[in-house]
């Protein structure tokens, strides 16, 4: 099987090496930082499997270059692979056409089993994304508006800013800050986003 590894993380990326390497009927085609890239690389390799970071090199976004090669390569295999927990991304990584996704925070054996299940044509993705802790608060505390808020403060969008995307009054904006600082048991909505970007919570990808 033809493999092709984005991720541009250097340590990560060694490591999935290390995991196809290690089993004979797999051979690295790729293996590169960019999402662009992969979309060039598979113009002019044939890939039977890619593992597909969503976040990698200079913001490009994972997904994007998912949807792109699944236009032109239906047949290729396609795991999205992320250490990010935002709901939106497991959905996305679906409506992208990804056949499965996994964490990066599971096990070499789940990854090569999530591997072997996807190229017998299954499809294999989590009921939902890992919880963690944002203060004294779970991620799955959040309630989705409380998420679409969290995105566009993560994006540095004023309290009237967001408003006018989500099609609000800035006091609905703030009562949803309020409420999200009252479970964290945190101060202000800097600190709210730090925490948020420290777990890894809200994805920050590029529209392109």
């Known amino acids: 099987m033809r493999v092709m590894i984005v991720e541009d993380q250097t340590m990560i990326r060694n490591l999935l090496e290390s ?13 590169i930082p960019s999402a662009k890239q992969a979309v060039d690389v ?15 090199a200079n913001r490009e ?29 497991l959905d996305e990584a679906k409506q992208a056409g990804a056949d499965s996704l996994w964490y990066k925070d599971s096990t070499k054996n789940r990854l090569m089993d999530v591997v072997r299940q996807t190229l017998a044509g299954k499809h294999i993705f989590p009921d939902a994304p890992p919880t963690v802790e944002i203060g ?17 403060l993560m994006r540095g969008l004023s309290y009237t800013r967001i408003a006018a995307e989500m099609g609000c009054e800035m006091s609905t904006v703030k009562f949803h800050v309020s409420n999200m600082l009252q479970k964290t048991g945190l101060e202000n909505k800097l600190q709210l986003a730090l925490a948020v970007s420290d777990v890894k919570l809200i994805a920050d990808l590029a529209d392109d």
């Open 19 to 31: 995991y196809f390497r290690a089993e004979d009927e797999y051979q690295i085609i790729a293996s």
């Open 42 to 56: 598979s113009r002019t390799n044939s890939i039977d499997l890619i593992i597909m970071d969503v976040q990698t």
């Open 61 to 89: 976004n994972g997904l994007i270059a998912v949807r792109q090669i699944r236009a032109t390569h239906p047949k290729s295999k396609i795991i999205v692979v992320t250490s990010l927990i935002d709901c939106a991304v």
């Open 136 to 152: 004294m608060a779970k991620s799955t505390e959040f309630t989705k508006t409380e998420l679409k808020v969290l995105r566009h």
